[in-house]
């Protein structure tokens, strides 16, 4: 075990450092370059102490040491502004400027272990309070009762395209989202620790309003070549890392491909909606530190999805709509960066990133004639998203009180969408710059009480908007092991492509171009209490007024067809082809309740529950529930871990989530028969509610280690109950009726891992 200490605020090295491996008798001190060694580690788990004069003295748990791989660690320590009476055991900490409520430090070792992941650090999110998924096909997260589409990912600190596999997975029309997908294309080898952000965000972050995920990349061990290679029933998964050629300036490689095969689950039964789906990803990560220049890092990842759905020929054989169909989709992801930090004197650090990122995504649906057996474009849709955005930021260390930080993103974005269907269609580019200023000032005025006080700034050149957002959180520490935080923040977020270029064909132009950003209050409330053994009880209130969100308030007269309840809060892969008018409201408040156990003898659990409501207020003035208005969510993971040899462990763990249903809009059965369609009661938007969803997920692992390599057998089994949950209901246009439409089932999922 092995690493490196340093100031969480300008990441200058901290020499002399004390590092002690608790119920062991090893121990070590870093040197004038912050570095730290232990050699001859147990395999197994462990926690780790750290101390250094002048700085809060934390225990890191949930470290695993197997034979085969080193463990290197990066550890932020942060400067002290008040006295400790002990050791407080915690994730590792975040390098957050700002950052005091709504928090959560996500580590890859979290991701293999908890059940029902995929690897996918979106699928764990949905394991802490306040989050849940959209759909068990799909990784999309619903943040304090928002719609996916309003929350953000990040890479390296940077906002980029959806980084997630078959981006139509899950959704009620088949059609690409904005932020989910079937799976991340980032896999979990190659992820370091990751910040999730779920309201009142600090100023360095803009264009969100429910939640951000910040994923980092960790750095390949620079002494030694390592190498890992799993494979399961979803496909094979293979690392590599190590020093590059010179390493004397402790350059290091990483990286990471992947390569699916879901066919292997069709032959033990496990559909996907009778699809065909395949992807692969290919992600690396290159550090090159220097002596004088700082440090340079070059990343990317790539990824290639698709699937294929195809319709039944025998026509004696259709028992539904969609067996008279084909729909084909495919999928191209990219990005590639660049970052350099370096510090300038004791007190100063300057950091910049560069990145590109560039989505395609098409599918295309086809209608099987019974007549001539030959088949018929119906419908069609395209869509292009490209970012390259640039960031700089200075942290300043004033003294020990007082530390500013001033920065700003310049995002270069490039939108392109064409859809046709018989009802709707949306079609237009658009190019401009997203600019996003920032300045922080984080001040301690007495010992016990931390403030943050900052502006975000948002303008958006296509559509010419711009938003100032102040942001301010304030903590105090009330006594050594609980403390009080709140924080209010103004955030606003751009609108989606489909609403942008949404085409009225009545008017042959594109009316919603020059749409306002849809804008938010946030406010958080929080309360913190951590045990000594290694846990911690949190409490939060959250209160989220939204305005400026688009609606339909023209009259008939002027509108192709009367939707009343439409806002865009609820709009997910959907279109609409109306002139709309930033004149909606909604509103989000609720409860977290929250109790973590961190991994200790063996040990772990997360437990919360959530309490909320989510409410909109459309162009008709008539409040409504949210699409994803469920009410309650109730998630409990728990594990256990029996080292029952020198180099075994066996590990089981198990997690149940609970949600209110969501709702959705009642369909008019006789006029969808008359009609040929479904046709929706508009005027009772999102009035039924969908049966509660409970899921059981079960997971067991067995590790052994060798002295020179280590293995892992695991069982996840999502749904391990069976039970059937609804996903939605939709009008059948062969069956002539209303269908309710279910999750998936019981998912076995088996892998055997192998690192050395």
Same mark, same amino acid.
């Given at each position: $075990?092995?690493?490196?200490?340093?100031?969480?605020?300008?990441?200058?090295?901290?020499?002399?450092?004390?590092? =002690?491996?608790?119920?062991?008798?090893?121990?070590?001190?870093?040197?004038?370059?912050?570095?730290?060694?232990?050699?001859? %580690?147990?395999?197994?788990?462990?926690?780790?102490?750290?101390?250094?004069?002048?700085?809060?003295?934390?225990?890191?748990?949930?470290?695993?040491?197997?034979?085969?791989?080193?463990?290197?660690?990066?550890?932020?320590?942060?400067?002290?502004?008040?006295?400790?009476?002990?050791?407080?055991?915690?994730?590792?900490?975040?390098?957050?400027?700002?950052?005091?409520?709504?928090?959560?430090?996500?580590?890859?070792?979290?991701?293999?272990? !908890?059940?029902?992941?995929?690897?996918?650090?979106?699928?764990?999110?949905?394991?802490?309070?306040?989050?849940?998924?959209?759909?068990?096909?799909?990784?999309?997260?619903?943040?304090?009762?928002?719609? +996916?589409?309003? $929350?953000?990912?990040?890479?390296?600190?940077?906002?980029?395209?959806?980084?997630?596999?078959?981006?139509?997975?899950?959704?009620?029309?088949?059609?690409? @989202?904005?932020?989910?997908?079937?799976?991340?294309?980032?896999?979990?080898?190659?992820? #370091?620790?990751?910040?999730?952000?779920?309201?009142?965000?600090?100023?360095?972050?803009?264009?969100?309003?429910?939640?951000?995920?910040? $994923?980092?990349?960790?750095?390949?061990?620079?002494?030694?070549?390592?190498?890992?290679?799993?494979?399961?029933?979803?496909?094979?998964?293979?690392?590599?890392?190590?020093?590059?050629?010179?390493?004397?300036?402790?350059?290091?490689?990483?990286?990471?491909?992947?390569?699916?095969?879901?066919?292997?689950?069709?032959?033990?039964?496990?559909?996907?909606?009778?699809?065909?789906?395949?992807?692969?990803?290919?992600?690396?990560? =290159?550090?090159? +530190?220097?002596?004088?220049?700082?440090?340079?890092?070059?990343?990317?990842?790539?990824?290639?999805?698709?699937?294929?759905?195809?319709?039944?020929?025998?026509? @004696?054989?259709?028992?539904?709509?969609?067996?008279?169909?084909? *729909?084909?989709?495919?999928? /191209?992801?990219?990005?590639?960066?660049?970052?350099?930090? =370096?510090?300038?004197?004791?007190?100063?650090?300057?950091? @910049?990133?560069?990145?590109?990122?560039?989505?395609?995504?098409?599918?295309?649906?086809?209608?099987?004639?019974?007549?001539?057996?030959?088949?018929?474009?119906?419908?069609?849709?395209?869509?292009?998203?490209?970012?390259?955005?640039?960031?700089?930021?200075?942290?300043?260390?004033?003294?020990?009180?007082?530390?500013?930080? %001033?920065?700003?993103?310049?995002?270069?974005?490039?939108?392109?969408?064409?859809?046709?269907?018989?009802?709707?269609?949306?079609?237009?580019?658009?190019?401009?710059?997203?600019?996003?200023?920032?300045?922080?000032?984080?001040?301690?005025?007495?010992?016990?009480?931390?403030?943050?006080?900052? &502006?975000?700034?948002?303008?958006? @050149?296509?559509?010419?908007?711009?938003?100032?957002?102040?942001?301010?959180?304030?903590?105090?520490? &009330?006594?050594?092991?609980?403390?009080?935080?709140?924080?209010?923040?103004?955030?606003?977020?751009?609108?989606?492509?489909?609403?942008?270029?949404?085409?009225?064909? &009545?008017?042959?132009?594109?009316?919603?171009?020059?749409?306002?950003?849809?804008?938010?209050?946030?406010?958080?409330?929080?309360?913190?209490?951590?045990?000594?053994?290694?846990?911690?009880? /949190?409490?939060?209130?959250?209160?989220?007024?939204?305005?400026?969100?688009?609606?339909?308030?023209?009259? +008939?007269?002027?509108?192709?067809?009367?939707?009343?309840?439409?806002?865009?809060?609820?709009?997910?892969?959907?279109?609409?082809?109306?002139?709309?008018?930033?004149?909606?409201?909604?509103?989000?408040?609720?409860?977290? *309740?929250?109790?973590?156990?961190?991994?200790?003898?063996?040990?772990?659990?997360?437990?919360?529950?959530?309490?909320?409501?989510?409410?909109?207020?459309?162009?008709?003035?008539?409040?409504?529930?949210?699409?994803?208005?469920?009410?309650?969510?109730?998630?409990?993971?728990?594990?256990?871990?029996?080292?029952?040899?020198?180099?075994?462990?066996?590990?089981?763990?198990?997690?149940?989530?609970?949600?209110? #249903?969501? !709702?959705?809009?009642?369909?008019?059965?006789?006029?969808?028969?008359?009609?040929?369609?479904?046709?929706?009661?508009?005027?009772?938007?999102?009035?039924?509610?969908?049966?509660?969803?409970?899921?059981?997920?079960?997971?067991?692992?067995? /590790? /052994?280690?060798?002295?020179?390599?280590?293995?892992?057998?695991?069982?996840?089994?999502?749904?391990?109950?069976?039970?059937?949950?609804?996903?939605?209901? !939709?009008?059948?246009? &062969?069956?002539?009726?209303?269908?309710?439409?279910?999750?998936?089932?019981?998912?076995?999922?088996?892998?055997?891992?192998?690192?050395?």
């Amino acid at each position: $075990m092995r690493g490196r200490i340093i100031d969480t605020n300008n990441e200058k090295p901290l020499a002399g450092a004390n590092i =002690i491996l608790k119920n062991t008798t090893q121990g070590a001190q870093t040197d004038d370059n912050g570095y730290f060694r232990l050699e001859k %580690v147990p395999v197994g788990r462990h926690q780790l102490e750290i101390s250094s004069i002048g700085f809060e003295t934390q225990v890191i748990s949930e470290i695993l040491v197997e034979s085969g791989k080193e463990v290197v660690l990066e550890i932020r320590l942060q400067e002290a502004t008040k006295q400790l009476g002990e050791a407080i055991v915690k994730a590792p900490s975040n390098n957050l400027t700002g950052s005091l409520t709504s928090i959560h430090s996500i580590t890859t070792e979290q991701i293999f272990r !908890y059940p029902g992941t995929y690897l996918d650090p979106a699928r764990l999110a949905s394991a802490y309070a306040g989050v849940a998924n959209s759909n068990d096909q799909a990784n999309g997260m619903i943040i304090r009762g928002n719609s +996916p589409n309003s $929350m953000q990912w990040r890479l390296e600190g940077v906002e980029i395209v959806n980084p997630n596999h078959l981006s139509n997975a899950g959704t009620f029309s088949d059609r690409i @989202t904005q932020n989910s997908g079937g799976v991340n294309i980032l896999s979990a080898q190659l992820l #370091g620790n990751m910040n999730f952000l779920t309201g009142a965000f600090p100023a360095e972050y803009g264009n969100a309003l429910s939640g951000v995920m910040d $994923m980092r990349l960790r750095k390949g061990n620079n002494q030694r070549h390592e190498f890992t290679a799993q494979a399961g029933l979803i496909g094979i998964d293979l690392a590599a890392e190590g020093p590059l050629s010179n390493s004397k300036k402790n350059g290091s490689y990483l990286v990471n491909y992947r390569y699916s095969f879901t066919g292997l689950l069709g032959l033990l039964g496990v559909t996907f909606g009778g699809e065909d789906i395949t992807f692969q990803d290919l992600s690396f990560n =290159i550090s090159l +530190p220097s002596k004088k220049s700082g440090t340079f890092t070059v990343f990317g990842m790539a990824g290639l999805s698709s699937n294929y759905f195809a319709g039944q020929r025998d026509t @004696t054989l259709w028992e539904v709509q969609k067996d008279g169909f084909d *729909i084909n989709y495919t999928n /191209k992801m990219g990005a590639l960066g660049a970052t350099h930090s =370096i510090n300038i004197g004791d007190k100063l650090l300057w950091r @910049t990133t560069l990145v590109g990122s560039g989505l395609e995504s098409v599918r295309k649906g086809y209608v099987l004639s019974k007549s001539n057996f030959q088949r018929y474009l119906t419908q069609s849709d395209s869509v292009y998203k490209g970012r390259i955005s640039f960031t700089s930021s200075l942290g300043y260390k004033i003294n020990t009180r007082n530390l500013l930080k %001033v920065g700003a993103f310049i995002t270069h974005q490039s939108d392109g969408i064409y859809s046709v269907a018989s009802e709707q269609s949306a079609k237009g580019e658009g190019r401009g710059l997203v600019l996003q200023p920032y300045i922080n000032w984080q001040f301690t005025p007495v010992s016990k009480l931390t403030a943050n006080i900052g &502006l975000h700034y948002l303008n958006y @050149t296509v559509s010419k908007s711009q938003s100032v957002e102040p942001r301010v959180s304030v903590g105090y520490q &009330l006594t050594n092991n609980q403390s009080i935080s709140f924080a209010y923040g103004l955030h606003s977020q751009l609108q989606l492509p489909q609403v942008y270029f949404a085409y009225s064909t &009545l008017a042959q132009n594109t009316p919603n171009i020059a749409l306002d950003f849809t804008k938010a209050h946030h406010y958080v409330l929080s309360h913190q209490y951590f045990f000594k053994r290694g846990s911690y009880f /949190k409490t939060e209130l959250y209160y989220q007024k939204i305005f400026n969100v688009p609606v339909i308030t023209a009259s +008939p007269l002027v509108t192709q067809k009367v939707e009343p309840g439409f806002s865009t809060l609820n709009l997910v892969e959907g279109f609409i082809d109306e002139p709309l008018q930033n004149k909606g409201t909604g509103q989000n408040y609720g409860i977290e *309740i929250t109790y973590q156990q961190y991994l200790a003898n063996g040990f772990y659990a997360l437990v919360n529950g959530t309490y909320f409501n989510s409410s909109y207020v459309g162009g008709d003035g008539v409040k409504r529930n949210t699409r994803y208005n469920g009410k309650h969510i109730f998630n409990l993971t728990t594990g256990k871990e029996w080292e029952y040899s020198k180099n075994r462990i066996l590990g089981t763990s198990i997690r149940i989530i609970w949600l209110g #249903g969501f !709702y959705e809009t009642p369909i008019d059965e006789q006029a969808s028969q008359q009609a040929g369609r479904a046709i929706y009661k508009v005027t009772e938007a999102f009035t039924v509610k969908q049966p509660d969803y409970f899921r059981p997920d079960f997971r067991i692992y067995l /590790k /052994k280690s060798k002295e020179r390599y280590s293995r892992t057998l695991a069982l996840d089994i999502q749904n391990i109950a069976g039970y059937k949950n609804t996903a939605y209901s !939709y009008y059948d246009i &062969l069956q002539k009726k209303v269908i309710k439409q279910y999750q998936l089932g019981l998912i076995p999922i088996l892998s055997y891992r192998w690192e050395f």
